[in-house]
């Protein structure tokens, strides 16, 4: 049972550029989160998605930040005119369906690294 | 709303001793407790988790916590500290209930010492 999968595992942009970011989830998971890491930080919340639908988009900055999570195909996160401070590590988590706490426990894939130059 | 506060960004221990990371929570509705660790470049991991079952939560690695509700606490633990333990921990909080967002602490750096 493959595990949550992220690509690219590195992004390098130059400021103004786009970013996309993609992310799997593991099997029989229909919840997928972002979270953001900076440097030297823990992991910020971003949003939180099932398919088709955006569900809690509060941790997500309000300009140039979007993020889909299609009927088909992977989540993606993206990044509209990058700029430095947008240089971190982006998490994708994925939980199944149901609110019972170990359903609601989270899965997390390895991550992209974005860096704007 | 809830929160999630590990006490000390840095520990040091020696191997073969007592590993002991903390971390207090708030919440206003029961909540379930989680302790990730972070290998330098790598993703999340999940430890152990409590989720509303036995106070005492065994998990991977000989690593356990104990969740104690009079004292917000939810710390790790483990008897005999190894190498490879060397890691980033985070302690993450979500609660009960529809919501599903995790909180997370700012991490804990754990350095074994030989």
């Known amino acids: 049972n493959a595990g949550v999968m992220q690509n690219p595992r590195h992004l390098v942009r130059r400021r103004g550029q786009e970013a996309r970011l993609r992310c799997s989830p593991m099997?029989?998971?229909?919840?997928v989160y972002w979270y953001r890491q900076l440097p030297e930080e823990g992991l910020k919340f971003m949003v939180y998605?099932?398919?088709?639908?955006?569900?809690?988009e509060s941790g997500m900055p309000k300009e140039r930040f979007s993020a889909e999570f299609p009927k088909e195909g992977p989540s993606i996160l993206r990044i509209q005119q990058v700029v430095r401070g947008d240089s971190a590590a982006y998490f994708c988590a994925s939980s199944p369906p149901g609110t019972s706490g170990s359903l609601k426990t989270q899965y997390f894939g390895p991550g992209t690294r974005l860096l704007v130059l | 709303a809830q929160s999630v506060t590990q006490l000390g960004s840095h520990v040091s221990v020696s191997e073969g001793a007592l590993v002991l990371l903390r971390c207090n929570y708030s919440s206003s509705v029961p909540p379930y407790l989680f302790w990730y660790v972070q290998y330098p470049n790598q993703g999340l991991q999940l430890l152990l988790k409590?989720?509303?079952?036995?106070?005492l939560v065994k998990g991977i690695n000989g690593f356990e916590a104990e969740f104690k509700k009079s004292e917000t606490s939810f710390h790790l633990t483990k008897p005999s500290a190894h190498m490879s333990d060397a890691a980033e921990y985070f302690c993450a909080v979500t609660l009960s209930g529809s919501a599903r967002q995790l909180t997370f602490g700012s991490g804990t750096q754990l350095t074994v010492l030989p």
């Open positions: 099997k029989g998971h229909s919840h």
């Open positions: 409590y989720t509303s079952a036995a106070t």
């Open positions: 998605l099932q398919k088709e639908n955006i569900i809690d």
